[in-house]
C-alpha cells in the first residue's frame, strides 16, 4: 500500500519541492539586491563626505536607491 501512496503523491511532492527552490532562490536574489543597494548607498555617502557630489545630486541619488530599498522591504511582507 505504500508504494501505491508513494507513487500517487510522487508528482506534487516533486511540485511542492520544485516551488521551495524557486520561492529560495527568490529570496537570495532580492537578499543581494538589497545588498548591492546597501552598498551603492555606502558608496554615496562617502563621495557627500568627500566633496566629490553635490548636496543635490546626493540628495536625488539618495531618493532613488531608498525608493528602491522600500519596494524590496514591502516585498518581503
Do not use: C
Not at 2 to 8: M, Y
Not at 46 to 55: N, P, R, T
Amino acid at each position: 500500500m505504500f508504494l501505491i501512496d508513494n507513487i500517487v503523491t510522487a508528482p506534487l511532492r516533486g511540485v511542492v519541492w520544485l516551488a521551495e527552490k524557486i520561492h529560495t532562490a527568490a529570496l537570495d536574489e532580492q537578499q543581494q539586491e538589497v545588498e548591492t543597494i546597501t552598498h551603492q548607498l555606502t558608496e554615496l555617502y562617502h563621495l557627500l563626505d568627500a566633496g566629490q557630489i553635490s548636496e543635490a545630486e546626493f540628495d536625488e541619488q539618495e531618493k532613488q536607491l531608498l525608493d528602491q530599498l522600500e519596494h524590496y522591504e514591502r516585498s518581503e511582507k
